[in-house]
Every structure is written in C-alpha cells, then in structure tokens.
C-alpha cells in the first residue's frame, strides 16, 4: 500500500488584501516585503504575494502587542529579514 498524498493548497493575498487585513496602505505591505519585514513570493510576473496564514499571524500578534489598530503598532514589530522566493 502507498503513502496517501495530501494536497496543500497556500492561500497567497495580494498586497492590497493585506494591507485591509493590516488596517495599513498596499504601499506600507510593499516598504515592508522591501525591507525584509514581511516574507513574500514573487509571481513570474513580478508581483508580490503574501501567504495568507504569515499574514494572520502578523494581524493576532499585532492585536497582542494591545494596539487598537495594527498600523499603529506594526511600526514597532520587530520582524527578521527573510529570503522572497522569486520563482526562478
């Protein structure tokens, strides 16, 4: 008998999605990917992409930190650079 394989489908937002998941502008989610802030792939058509699951994370621990808003509070989150998978 062989292994059963599961098929996983990621959930990847555009930054505009995640700009309203975030309470911040799409430029903001842009600045941030550019900075490392925030890990992204890269579409073959050179948009970026946010996994979805990374993206609400970010939002629960922001709403943690007790900011009403995350845009006020994300300023402050310290995130470490991460690699962007650029599909090539």
């Known amino acids: 008998m062989s292994p059963a ?3 996983t489908h990621d959930v990847f937002l555009t930054p505009a999605e995640v700009a309203s ?4 502008s799409p430029n903001t989610v842009t600045r941030w990917a550019r900075e490392g802030r925030m890990p992204f792939q ?23 930190q007790g900011g009403t808003r995350p845009a006020e509070d994300a300023e402050a989150l310290e995130a470490e650079p991460v690699g962007a998978y650029r599909g090539r």
Request: glycine fraction near 10%; hydrophobic fraction near 45%.
């Open 5 to 7: 394989i599961t098929a």
């Open 42 to 64: 890269m579409t073959l058509g050179g948009h970026r992409r946010f996994e979805a699951t990374v993206v609400e994370e970010l939002r629960r621990r922001l709403q943690e």
């Open 21 to 24: 998941a975030l309470g911040v």
